[in-house]
């Protein structure tokens, strides 16, 4: 059952469609990707009827509240939102227990909203990392339009988002050496997502009355595991009136701290980042790769479903380890941390509870390391 009351205006006047909202029901929990899914059926038809945000899959509440499991009978306490096939609530109370502070639901979920007679800029973060980020400014309003037309703005607020998502679910980038990709939206105040028309599959465009700026960032994992030469990296946006992804020409490739940044009237709601094969060794793996005083072959089976073997061999005794990575960059697990003697080594990795896609794995020993590739393919 579902009880609502209104927002609070002060915070939330410029989206008529949030309430502070309490639901029962079951959580059924979707696996197919690496950030799992959660859907609440309060009706119990086993249907989903709202989709459950618990926040970046890093976060833990202080709270030492835990995320449900499929199939759990649990109550609920957070802020409804309009969602294009799901009405979404971002979760602030689990079972009683607190899951996160709601005075900040708002600004920590990878979006915020930003308003036509603002006087500063807004800054909306990546929920994945928090050095992806766009920021709107002051003016955005003036001259504006949608889908790339120009004219007025048709709506004083809209509340925009920023995610990285996994190069591999990007559509159209078959001819792209992509390694990293981003999806924007911007929502109106009834819920509808300005950047996406009927049929398009990688979204549209909006123009704003003042600069966007942008920052996107990838790590060490990303340029050693694709074998990318850093030197060649590009940021592309997807141009929907000729359908294809075309080079922002004034971006700023920053290799210290592994960011690329650009400003722009417009936005886009596919960008990527591309970059040229380092060497064709370097992408395709060599299975007997050597990095000074120790060897990582390649995993065997590759492609693997759902274990697979990783061997390698060390001359003299260190610290290791071996940790496994998803496409972002971000560390799934670690199969090794300890000091071992000099010789061979194998282990498993278990990707039972993991989706398709590319994983990487990296042997560090002392102060070197090294990473390759791999795929699972269920």
């Not at 949608?146 to 509340?159: F, P």
């Not at 690329?260 to 299975?287: E, M, R, Y």
């Not at 498993?348 to 989706?355: G, K, R, T, Y």
Request: proline share 5%.
């Amino acid at each position: 059952m579902i009880t609502a009351k209104d927002s609070h205006p002060s915070e939330w006047e410029n989206n008529r469609t949030m309430v502070d909202t309490a639901l029962d029901g079951t959580v059924y929990v979707d696996t197919t990707y690496f950030m799992d899914e959660f859907y609440l059926d309060t009706d119990n038809d086993q249907v989903p009827d709202y989709m459950l945000n618990f926040g970046p899959p890093w976060y833990v509440p202080e709270s030492g509240a835990e995320r449900p499991n499929d199939g759990d009978v649990i109550s609920i306490k957070g802020r409804l939102m309009s969602d294009n096939m799901f009405p979404m609530v971002v979760v602030y109370e689990l079972n009683g227990v607190e899951w996160r502070d709601s005075s900040t639901v708002d600004n920590n979920f990878g979006g915020r909203w930003f308003h036509k007679d603002m006087t500063s800029p807004e800054k909306i973060h990546s929920p994945f990392d928090n050095e992806d980020w766009m920021k709107v400014n002051p003016g955005w309003h003036n001259n504006g339009g949608m889908g790339g037309m120009g004219g007025m703005m048709n709506y004083d607020s809209l509340y925009a988002q920023m995610l990285e998502v996994f190069p591999q679910n990007m559509p159209y980038t078959g001819n792209e050496d992509v390694f990293a990709g981003y999806e924007i939206g911007m929502f109106t105040p009834n819920g509808n997502n300005e950047m996406w028309g009927e049929g398009d599959e990688c979204g549209g465009m909006m123009n704003f009355g003042s600069d966007v700026d942008y920052q996107l960032h990838y790590n060490d994992i990303q340029v050693k595991g694709y074998g990318i030469d850093e030197n060649t990296i590009m940021v592309k946006y997807w141009n929907s009136e000729n359908n294809s992804w075309e080079v922002i020409d004034n971006a700023t490739l920053d290799k210290t701290t592994n960011t690329v940044s650009f400003s722009s009237s417009s936005a886009s709601t596919s960008v990527i980042l591309t970059a040229q094969p380092a060497s064709a060794t370097n992408v395709n793996g060599d299975s007997k790769a050597v990095v000074n005083d120790f060897k990582l072959n390649q995993n065997y089976p590759n492609p693997f479903n759902p274990s697979t073997t990783i061997e390698f061999s060390i001359n003299e005794a260190n610290p290791v380890e071996l940790n496994i990575y998803n496409a972002l960059g971000q560390k799934i697990t670690t199969l090794v941390n300890r000091a071992l003697q000099a010789g061979n080594y194998q282990y498993q990795f278990d990707a039972s509870n993991l989706a398709s896609g590319v994983y990487f794995y990296e042997l560090k020993v002392g102060t070197q390391n090294t990473v390759k590739k791999m795929n699972l393919m269920k």
